[in-house]
C-alpha cells in the first residue's frame, strides 16, 4: 500500500468530531500503540493524533485596543505598569511585546508580566502622550485598564513553536548568560528548548498538515496559524525520517487573549538576558494517510539536533555533535569526552497537559481540523543580515 493513499479525508474526520465518535489520541499514546500493535493498525484505527508544546517564545506579543476617550486622544507613546508599547497604528491601537523591558532595564518586570497580568484579570496602569490634533485634542492620560474594559486583546506572535532548536553548552572558563539560560563554564551544563516527539512540528516534519487557517489550542483558547513564522527556514538538514536537524520551520500565530488561561501563558525571565513569554501550543494533526503516521510515530531517539558552544560570539558557532531527544532527556550527554547535565526550557509536563486538553476539545466535539487554506514555501531558506554597501544590495 502507497504511504500516502487516503485513509480517510478532513471532512470524514469532522463528521466523526461532530457526532462524537472520533478516534484521538495524544502523541504519546499513539507511539504507544504504534509499538505495540504496528504502525498499519495504527493508521487504520486512528483519526487524530494531538500534539504539544511549552516554553519561551520570545516573538510573542499583543494587539490592544483601549477605546476612545473624551475628548479623544491620538496615542503617539504608550506606557502598560511602565512598559514601552509600540503606537505606530492607529490613535488608540498598541503592540505590546513581550521581551520590552522600562527605562530602567528592570528584567524581572517586562512586557511578557504585563501580558500576564492581563490574562489574569489584574489591572494595569496605562500612561499615554500625544502631539494633539484638531481631531484628537487631549495630549495626555493616566488611568488603569483591564482585559474587562479593553475592546480587544489579541495574542498576535510573529514566531512560535520552533520546529526543532539547538543545544547551547558553554566552553569559555566564565559564566554566560544567554536565551539559553545560565551556561556553566568548561560545559558545566547544556541546556534545550523542546519538547521532542510530542513537539507539533516535530511530528510532521513537511507540513502537509498545518499551514495557514490550521485551528490550534494556544494558551489554553482556540488559535490560528495565520502565517509562517519569521526566520521560517523550510530547507534544514533532515534525517531520513524527515525531521529537521537544526532549527526549521516556525509558525506565526493568533487568538483572543480574553479567553486565554495563565495556566499556559506564563512571564519568565532568564537571568542577565531579559524577559519572555512562555506560551502553550498544541495542534491536531489529522492521520490522513501512512504517511502521517508514520511521521506521529517518531521518537526522542531518532529526533537530531546540535550542540554548539554559545561562548562563541560569532552566527556561525561550531557544531561540538549531533545529540537526539532521548539523550538530552536522559539528564546528561558527552561532550568532548565529559558527562554534562542537561535541562530544559520547555515543560514536559505543560506539552502533556496540552495535547490532553486538546484530545478532550476534540472528544467533546469542541474543535473540528481545519485543513490549511495556504501551504507553506519549503523551498524558502532562512538569509542571516550581512553588513553590505548601497551598491552591494542593489546589485
Known amino acids: 500500500m502507497s504511504e500516502q493513499k487516503q485513509l480517510r479525508t478532513y471532512a470524514e474526520i469532522n463528521a466523526r468530531i461532530e457526532s462524537k465518535t472520533v478516534s484521538v489520541l495524544t502523541a504519546e499514546e499513539f507511539k504507544a500503540k504504534v509499538a505495540s500493535e504496528g504502525l498499519a493498525e495504527a493508521a487504520k484505527d486512528v483519526d487524530v493524533v494531538t500534539t504539544g508544546t511549552f516554553g519561551a517564545m520570545c516573538s510573542s506579543g499583543v494587539m490592544l485596543n483601549f477605546g476612545h476617550s473624551d475628548p479623544p486622544i491620538k496615542m503617539q507613546k504608550v506606557w502598560l505598569d511602565d512598559i ?6 492607529a490613535a488608540v491601537d498598541v503592540y505590546l511585546g513581550a521581551t520590552e523591558l522600562d527605562d530602567s532595564l528592570n528584567m524581572f518586570h517586562g512586557g511578557a508580566h504585563v501580558i500576564e497580568d492581563l490574562v489574569r484579570g489584574k489591572p494595569v496602569r496605562l500612561r499615554a502622550i500625544a502631539y494633539g490634533t484638531d481631531c484628537y485634542p487631549k495630549r495626555e492620560i493616566d488611568t488603569w485598564i483591564s482585559i474587562k474594559t479593553i475592546n480587544q486583546a489579541v495574542m498576535f506572535n510573529p514566531r512560535n513553536c520552533y520546529q526543532n ?46 499551514g495557514v487557517g490550521t485551528r490550534i489550542f494556544l494558551g489554553g483558547a482556540q488559535g490560528y496559524v495565520a502565517w509562517e513564522g519569521t526566520q521560517f527556514n523550510g530547507k534544514p538538514p533532515r534525517s531520513a525520517n524527515g525531521t529537521p536537524r537544526r532549527p526549521a520551520g516556525t509558525l506565526a500565530v493568533i487568538g483572543d487573549l ?15 538576558y531579559g524577559t519572555s513569554l512562555s506560551v502553550g501550543i498544541g495542534i491536531p494533526i489529522p492521520i490522513l494517510d501512512q504517511e502521517m503516521a508514520k511521521y506521529c510515530a517518531v521518537r526522542d531517539s531518532e529526533i537530531f539536533t546540535g550542540a554548539f558552544d554559545y561562548s562563541e560570539p560569532k552566527r556561525s558557532r561550531t ?9 538530552l532527556k536522559s539528564g546528561q550527554i558527552e561532550i568532548k569526552g565529559k558527562k554534562v547535565p542537561t535541562s530544559s526550557l520547555s515543560s514536559m509536563y505543560k506539552a502533556r497537559q496540552i495535547s490532553s486538553e486538546l484530545k478532550k476539545w476534540i472528544s467533546k466535539g469542541q474543535l ?7 501551504k507553506f514555501d519549503l523551498e524558502r531558506e532562512f538569509k542571516p543580515l550581512e553588513i553590505r554597501t548601497k551598491e552591494e544590495v542593489c546589485r
Open 368 to 374: 473540528l481540523i481545519q485543513e490549511p487554506i495556504q
Open 319 to 327: 557544531v561540538l555533535r549531533e545529540v537526539n531527544y532521548a539523550e
Open 84 to 89: 514601552p508599547s509600540y503606537t505606530g497604528l
Open 165 to 210: 532548536y539547538a543545544t547551547a553548552t558553554n566552553g569559555s572558563s566564565r559564566m554566560i548568560y544567554t536565551y539559553m539560560g545560565k551556561l556553566l563554564p568548561d560545559y558545566g551544563n547544556a541546556t534545550y528548548c523542546s519538547a521532542g516527539e510530542i513537539s507539533p512540528l516535530l511530528n510532521d516534519p513537511y507540513f502537509r498538515t498545518i
Open 258 to 272: 480574553k479567553k486565554m488561561s495563565a495556566d499556559y501563558i506564563r512571564a519568565m525571565t532568564l537571568h542577565k
